[in-house]
């Protein structure tokens, strides 16, 4: 079973800046795919960055040049460090990992928030 926590959400207006961590009990190396999702009120989750196990990422096209996700394998974190956010962008962000087996594995969520 595969344990994921997330932090940094919060409240920023337009333009801002946010981090987002992600802590994994199981490395990255251990994964098929780590990243970011995030659910709008009234609309499905959607992918928004996430590594493959090899190292590549893919990103949603409403956050390419906006968003960059990273990760330091030695402390099995996956991070989002959000610029230019807009208003759009409000909605709860999960961490999400893919098994081997092909098992979905979500943290509980932090609130983003954009607005003046």
């Known amino acids: 079973q595969v344990q994921l926590v997330e932090s940094g959400g919060g409240l920023v207006q337009p333009g801002g800046s946010l981090r987002l961590s992600c802590a994994s009990s199981?490395?990255?190396?251990?994964?098929?795919?780590m990243g970011w999702y995030r659910q709008a009120p009234g609309k499905e989750r959607e992918l928004v960055a996430v590594?493959?196990?090899?190292?590549?990422?893919n990103y949603a096209d409403s956050v390419k040049g906006r968003f960059t996700i990273s990760r330091d394998v030695a402390k099995n974190t996956v991070y989002l460090q959000m610029d230019g956010l807009k208003p759009e962008d409000t909605a709860v962000y999960y961490c999400?990992?893919?098994?081997?087996?092909?098992?979905?594995?979500w943290g509980k969520g932090t609130q983003v928030t954009v607005s003046s």
């Open positions: 199981v490395g990255p190396f251990s994964l098929n795919a």
């Open positions: 590594f493959t196990r090899m190292g590549s990422t």
């Open positions: 999400g990992a893919t098994t081997f087996s092909g098992v979905n594995y």
